[in-house]
């Protein structure tokens, strides 16, 4: 260990006395977004963190130094997922249930070339966290996103999204571990994402789990990002089935992001995904002369367009709310000022520990707010949204916003007062028939 952390020690304190400008490029084959190079003061700190850690340890109970971080909550991270609806979109109305399950397998990988430049952790969200965002479609279509943090030992962050008029739900919960392997860190995602296509109720689930993600060269050599293991995608019900690669690269051989798949109807294979998941993702069918094709392109026109997030700006949201609960931190973060990003992620820390120090006084248990554990380890939403899409759109929005009783005073003495001045029949009809002539 010691002789690690001395190699560790040389290569953080900066480029040693004659050393090649080359030594500041990208790693041969890797992407300049997923690669950092830590100045001295950055390796000086990420040294004095090393020397307390033993290979297989596991870092939940570590704090890392803010220029680690990328300036959100996992929870809002989680929302990446959401980002392409239009890849899913219609799934429903497609009767060849392969054709379907295709669907939702891109769906699914579109969401992981969306990430920060550099190797970046988002912040650890705190116990009663949440995160809730709207989405406004081309379409006039509207989404739900609301995500929270429902444990902190283990921490777990359940989450839940849904699309009433577009007939998706997606339900979910990440388990993530992390572990010190000597030069890298390790982090095991645990969980799974559950999709049903709302218009296909006899599919039922399809369920996806997380490949793992890994932060290489921590100790040596430039830090580089990357996906590795396997996961897989299923569907019980109309028996299909995937089994998704994740490579990581090789140390002499292979390269970054690749990722390969093999794609099965009741056992037998039906076609191969092959590409690099930071870039373009393709599949190719097993039928003899059959082209292959481009599932998702990260590069392309659609692979750009990003569904916006749409959030209330910091001072209207609750103060448990991920973006309030954060924001002097991702102040001090932008404002590259570690000092005061480090007193900022501290006083939420400590916030955390009073509160959950004031509960063990009062042998209370914390309650979340927004989900539920049933059988299985599986979190889900306190809500059975309608079937009817309009419905399900009201009362969804009504739980994901509910209206403080302020509001609803204001909203009854709006309506009481529009009732009041409504025209009658003859003048309404004469209104009507002003408008249209106009």
Not at 412 to 436: D, F, G, K, M, V
Request: charged fraction near 30%; include cysteine.
């Amino acid at each position: 260990m010691m002789g690690i952390l001395e190699q560790a020690s040389n290569a953080l304190r900066g480029r040693p006395r004659g050393a090649s400008l080359e030594d500041n490029k990208p790693i041969e084959d890797s992407e300049p977004d997923d690669t950092s190079v830590l100045d001295e003061q950055e390796g000086s700190i990420v040294l004095s963190i090393i020397s307390q850690l033993r290979i297989g340890m596991d870092l939940h109970r570590v704090t890392f130094p803010t220029f680690v971080l990328e300036p959100r909550s996992m929870l809002e991270r989680i929302a990446d997922f959401m980002s392409h609806p239009e890849l899913i979109f219609g799934a429903e109305d497609v009767d060849d249930p392969e054709e379907r399950f295709l669907m939702v397998l891109r769906y699914y990988l579109s969401g992981w070339h969306i990430k920060p430049k550099g190797v970046k952790k988002p912040y650890n969200p705190v116990l009663g966290e949440f995160f809730r965002c709207r989405y406004d479609y081309p379409n006039g279509t509207q989404g739900f996103y609301i995500a929270e943090q429902v444990s902190h030992h283990p921490p777990i962050s359940a989450y839940f999204y849904i699309s009433p008029a577009n007939k998706i739900r997606i339900i979910g919960e990440i388990k993530p571990k992390s572990k010190f392997l000597g030069n890298s860190v390790s982090t095991t995602m645990e969980g799974e994402n559950r999709i049903t296509l709302l218009g296909r109720p006899e599919d039922g689930e399809y369920v996806i789990t997380m490949p793992n993600m890994y932060a290489r060269g921590i100790l040596f050599g430039k830090m580089v990002f990357e996906l590795g293991d396997t996961c897989m995608a299923k569907n019980e019900k109309i028996g299909m089935q995937c089994d998704l690669d994740f490579k990581t690269k090789g140390f002499f051989t292979g390269t970054y992001n690749a990722i390969t798949g093999r794609v099965r109807h009741d056992s037998v294979d039906i076609g191969e995904i092959s590409g690099r998941w930071s870039h373009a993702i393709e599949f190719k069918p097993s039928k003899p002369g059959a082209q292959k094709h481009i599932l998702f392109d990260a590069d392309s026109e659609q692979g750009k367009r990003i569904a916006e997030k749409i959030v209330p700006p910091e001072e209207q949201q609750e103060p448990a709310e991920s973006r309030r609960q954060w924001r002097e931190l991702t102040r001090a973060i932008v404002k590259k000022d570690m000092d005061a990003a480090t007193d900022a992620k501290c006083a939420v820390e400590d916030a955390q520990r009073e509160d959950r120090r004031v509960r063990d006084e009062k042998g209370e248990v914390f309650v979340p707010r927004f989900f539920e554990k049933r059988e299985h380890g599986r979190w889900v939403p306190k809500i059975e949204a309608p079937d009817d899409p309009e419905e399900a759109t009201r009362v969804v929005k009504e739980w994901i916003w509910p209206l403080t009783k302020a509001q609803s005073y204001a909203n009854s003495i709006a309506a009481n007062s529009t009732s009041r001045s409504r025209p009658r029949p003859e003048q309404q009809s004469h209104l009507e028939t002003l408008t249209n002539h106009n």
